[in-house]
């Protein structure tokens, strides 16, 4: 059982830059490939990013690629993501979830998730 606890969202001008973290309680954070998502109201729930257990391998979405940095630290049991040059179309409540196994892109995949974080992009 894991449990995860997002932070660091907020209000940021267009070109801004915020760092989310995901706060991983429970046994053996190590094993789990974690990733981000994001929702925005009245849409689905979309992939943002992933990152192996390890830390080795990181996938984008296309539309963050480039600007966003997915990282993790299995030392403090915490998963960041970096959002430099944000944009408008950024705005959504940024989710963190947690699996064991190999990284993917389906939410439907993941077995946990943190209760969200609102990040707001003003123009």
């Known amino acids: 059982q894991v449990q995860l606890v997002e932070s660091g969202g907020g209000l940021v001008q267009s070109g801004g830059s915020l760092r989310l973290s995901c706060a991983a309680s429970g046994r053996n954070f190590s094993n789990y490939a974690m990733a981000w998502f994001r929702q925005a109201p009245g849409q689905e729930r979309n992939f943002v990013a992933t990152?192996?257990?390890?830390?080795?391998?990181?996938y984008y979405a296309a539309s963050v690629k480039g600007r966003f940095t997915i990282s993790r630290d299995n030392t403090k049991n915490t998963a960041y993501l970096q959002m430099n040059s944000l944009k408008p179309e950024d705005t959504a409540v940024y989710y963190c979830a947690a699996r064991l196994g190999s990284s993917v892109t389906s939410p439907a995949i993941y077995d946990y998730w943190g209760q969200g974080t609102q990040v707001t992009v003003s123009s």
């Open positions: 990152i192996t257990w390890s830390g080795g391998s990181t």
